[in-house]
């Protein structure tokens, strides 16, 4: 059974820090791309961020750059999104989705319609 889990979200105040982490479980991660998306309630997923299979190409949104850091593990079979100098327009449900695009910047233009991942909960406010 395929599971994606991802953790780590919270509620921090602006300008604070989060790690976000997702974990593959009954699928194997290596020789495809990753993506963080972002959804608000009542709006279209938007990527955030997203990273080759090989982590040689990265892609970030332009409201992220600079602040986030994607990562990934291909042995523990887990991505990761360093978020540092959180907004409040930051604030969503976080998901991770695996692809095999052309680009990652594709990838990420691209958010899939369903996730296989609950997401978790991303509040920055004051």
């Known amino acids: 059974q395929v599971k994606f889990v991802e953790s780590g979200g919270g509620w921090v105040h602006p300008g604070g820090s989060l790690r976000l982490s997702c974990a593959a479980s009954?699928?194997?991660?290596?020789?495809?791309?990753i993506g963080w998306f972002r959804q608000d309630p009542g709006k279209e997923s938007e990527g955030v961020s997203c990273?080759?299979?090989?982590?040689?190409?990265?892609y970030y949104a332009d409201s992220v750059k600079g602040r986030f850091t994607i990562t990934r593990d291909n042995v523990k079979n887990t991505v990761a999104l360093q978020m540092d100098g959180l907004k409040p327009e930051d604030t969503g449900v976080y998901y991770c989705?695996?692809?095999?695009?052309?680009?990652?910047?594709?990838?990420?233009?691209?958010?899939?319609?369903?996730?296989w991942g609950k997401g978790t909960l991303v509040i920055v406010s004051s």
């Open positions: 989705a695996v692809d095999r695009p052309l680009t990652v910047q594709a990838m990420c233009s691209n958010p899939p319609e369903d996730y």
């Open positions: 009954g699928f194997t991660l290596d020789g495809y791309a």
């Open positions: 990273v080759s299979s090989g982590s040689s190409y990265t």
